[in-house]
């Protein structure tokens, strides 16, 4: 189960991506999010597209690997399809103009399509382009990235400090929790209990027996690292140092204004058409 985890596991190739700066990778994601919302076209979504494929290759990540990324979530762009494009057409049949086929109370039209089509596209560079920032990044840096960004902003001085710590224990949870389920299904396997032969309600039956241990398990987890920060002295807010520095060099700041002008030019094409 853990080898299937593809989103969130960190793939060193030694790339230049790679050594970026967290802050400016999370920058650039946020950036590049902006730019897929603001851009409604398919010239705005097709120069996006360019871009993050030559951000992709020169991760020096195989592009098959960023492929599987979309695996977990196909049904769920199947849906944002088939949404877009039966409310598309319910809209251009209030023109009266432009319709594909009707089949009776489904009707397909050109601007269904387009923006059935537009939506994917939007989505699939999202999943993709996350993907590039978790495979180039370990947990901890993010974290700490994540950290660096929103401390300037904070209110108080312990709330960088208090997220980044819950983003990190929790990304450090999964691949535990994972272990503990799978050791859970081979018991059931054990025992008997054959995944293939079951109907719905035996496996959503199957599910609840899965769901309670595991989650019993997370809280006894919680319960054993909270004792164990304590006993060290772990205090938030306390000053600490780090055994690797975050440095902002000057292919960052590239890396960002890069990115900084995807929003911008999509916000302009779409003011000006």
């Known amino acids: 189960m853990r080898d299937k985890l593809i989103i969130g596991r960190m793939i060193p190739t030694g790339s230049r991506v790679h050594g970026l700066d967290p802050r400016a990778k999370i920058t650039a994601m946020l ?60 809209t251009e049949a209030a023109a009266g103009d432009g319709f594909l086929w009707t089949l009776g109370p489904i009707t397909l039209s050109a601007a269904g399509l387009s923006a059935a089509l537009l939506a994917v596209m939007r989505m699939v560079l999202l999943i993709v382009f996350t993907a590039m920032l978790t495979f180039t990044t370990t947990p901890s840096m993010l974290s700490r990235g ?21 983003m990190r224990l929790a990304l450090r949870f999964i691949p535990a929790l994972l272990e503990e389920a799978q050791t859970i299904l081979k018991a059931q396997a054990a025992r008997g209990a054959d995944y293939e032969e079951m109907n719905l309600k035996e496996k959503a039956r199957l599910l609840m027996s899965l769901l309670v241990p595991v989650t019993v398990g997370a809280f006894r987890r919680a319960e054993e690292l909270t004792t164990s920060l304590e006993a060290r002295g772990y205090r938030i807010g306390a000053p600490r140092t780090s055994y690797r520095q975050l440095i902002w060099r000057r292919a960052d700041t590239w890396f960002t204004v890069l990115f900084a002008l995807l929003p911008v030019g999509a916000l302009l094409v779409r003011l000006t058409v």
């Not at 871009?51 to 492929?67: D, E, G, H, M, N």
């Not at 990324?69 to 088939?82: N, Q």
Request: net charge positive; proline share 5%.
């Open 31 to 90: 950036l590049f999010t902006a730019a897929l919302i603001l851009s409604n076209g398919w010239p705005q979504l097709l120069v996006l597209a360019a871009l993050s494929l030559i951000v992709l290759l020169a991760t020096r990540v195989p592009l098959k690997t960023y492929l599987r990324t979309l695996r977990p979530m196909r049904w769920l762009i199947l849906f944002v399809f088939l949404f877009q494009l039966l409310a598309g057409a319910g």
């Open 146 to 166: 994540i950290e660096g960004l929103i401390k300037p902003i904070s209110r108080r001085g312990t709330g960088a400090e208090r997220f980044s710590l819950m």
